[in-house]
């Protein structure tokens, strides 16, 4: 290994340095905005409220809508949603083509046609 004290990190896929005023705001929640966002007292209130705050921002930064915008606990969760969310588009084409074709845009499973 180089000795060097400048090292470049290229495993960006894997985590990212944090940058010094997101970690503080990250303490700072953690520290003062803690509770679990589906529960009904005021804790889990307040942390919804940040949440859903944090969600509108996110989709107005990227032109998405709020509903489109889903926080995952890690990379695993993110690839399911996103595979799954591609099934269900995929599948949806399939059908409507099927219909477009004259077909009953019934079950499709079993068949190889796309």
Known sequence: MNNSKHHIYLDYSATTPLDDEVSEVIRMHLRD????????HS??????????????????????????????SGGTESDNHALIGNVVVVKHARIHRLGQRGGDGGDIRGRSEC
């Open 33 to 40: 905005t803690f509770g679990n966002a589906s529960s009904i």
């Open 43 to 72: 804790f889990g209130r307040t942390a919804k409220a940040l949440l859903e705050e944090n969600r509108e921002i996110i989709a107005r930064s990227i032109g998405a809508e709020t509903s489109e915008v889903f926080f995952t």
